[in-house]
């Protein structure tokens, strides 16, 4: 059946004072065998721009943080542009075993930069996603591969290795290579290229969560499945 959320009340960090609803069946961890979510920021269907920051699997560890704000409403969530040079930091130091479910619309295909990433500082530890001419495109370690085609809109995620689009599985595994490097933290709206954001996109994103293992195919649809109906 259709994810259909009910609502709970959750506090909110001391500094904030009160309460907001948040989902019962938790977008990012639908299913308990899902124990290793590190983070997820969901921009959609909260009530301000502050709290579309929070850590909803941890408040108050590795709630985003502004390199330059994105513009921000209810309905469209967080809103990148390339020319406003906007990005978000996540705090995140990933891994080759790491896990990643992005939401998006409005991606500008003319506009060929990064929606997520980091590159580590010889460029040997990567992961990104961006799209251009035909495909969508991931990085893995020191692996550049295509996947056409191209999207102004969806759900994809990359679970070590294996991409993901709209809960399959997009295509084969990825090959394994590079990741011999240390790793520096995701940014979202861009690529953290060893400490500064480059190729900042243009896109609308409603929703990103991390995992700090290789999630499975069954876990991966379970979540993305949940996600696409917030």
Not at 52 to 59: E, F, R, Y
Not at 93 to 99: A, G, K, Q, R
Not at 121 to 150: C, F, H, K, Q
Not at 198 to 224: D, G, H, R
């Given at each position: 059946?259709?994810?259909?959320?009910?609502?709970?009340?959750?506090?909110?960090?001391?500094?904030?004072g009160g309460?907001?609803?948040?989902?019962?069946?938790?977008?990012?961890?639908?299913?308990?065998?899902?124990?290793?979510?590190?983070?997820?920021?969901?921009?959609?269907?909260?009530?301000?721009?502050a709290?579309?920051?929070?850590?909803?699997?941890?408040?108050?560890?590795?709630?985003?943080?502004?390199?330059?704000?994105?513009?921000?409403?209810?309905?469209?969530?967080?809103?990148?542009?390339?020319?406003g040079?906007?990005?978000?930091k996540?705090?995140?130091?990933?891994?080759?075993?790491?896990?990643y479910?992005?939401?998006?619309?409005?991606?500008?295909?003319a506009?060929?930069?990064?929606?997520?990433?980091?590159?580590?500082?010889?460029?040997?530890?990567?992961?990104?996603?961006?799209?251009?001419?035909?495909?969508?495109?991931?990085?893995?370690?020191?692996?550049?591969?295509?996947?056409?085609?191209?999207?102004?809109?969806g759900?994809?995620?990359?679970?070590?290795n294996?991409?993901?689009?709209?809960?399959?599985?997009?295509?084969?595994?990825?090959a394994?290579?590079?990741?011999?490097?240390?790793?520096?933290?995701?940014?979202?709206?861009?690529?953290?290229?060893?400490?500064?954001?480059?190729?900042?996109?243009?896109?609308n994103?409603?929703?990103?969560?991390?995992?700090?293992?290789p999630?499975?195919?069954?876990?991966?649809?379970?979540?993305?499945?949940?996600?696409?109906?917030?």
């Amino acid at each position: 059946m259709p994810f259909q959320p009910r609502l709970r009340s959750r506090s909110r960090p001391a500094a904030a004072g009160g309460t907001w609803l948040l989902p019962v069946e938790i977008w990012y961890a639908p299913t308990p065998d899902i124990t290793c979510c590190v983070a997820a920021y969901q921009s959609i269907g909260v009530p301000g721009y502050a709290e579309s920051k929070w850590n909803l699997a941890n408040i108050g560890t590795n709630d985003l943080s502004e390199g330059i704000a994105p513009g921000w409403s209810p309905v469209h969530g967080w809103q990148f542009t390339d020319a406003g040079g906007t990005y978000l930091k996540t705090g995140i130091i990933p891994d080759e075993n790491y896990s990643y479910v992005i939401r998006f619309t409005n991606h500008d295909t003319a506009d060929v930069n990064s929606m997520f990433g980091m590159y580590g500082a010889a460029e040997r530890s990567r992961v990104d996603l961006w799209g251009t001419g035909p495909s969508m495109i991931w990085w893995y370690g020191t692996t550049e591969e295509n996947r056409p085609p191209i999207a102004t809109a969806g759900v994809f995620g990359l679970a070590g290795n294996q991409p993901y689009r709209n809960g399959l599985p997009d295509g084969a595994a990825l090959a394994v290579a590079g990741w011999d490097e240390a790793a520096v933290e995701i940014y979202l709206g861009a690529v953290n290229d060893n400490g500064s954001p480059l190729y900042e996109n243009t896109v609308n994103v409603q929703a990103f969560s991390i995992y700090s293992c290789p999630l499975t195919a069954t876990q991966m649809a379970a979540i993305m499945a949940a996600v696409a109906h917030l």
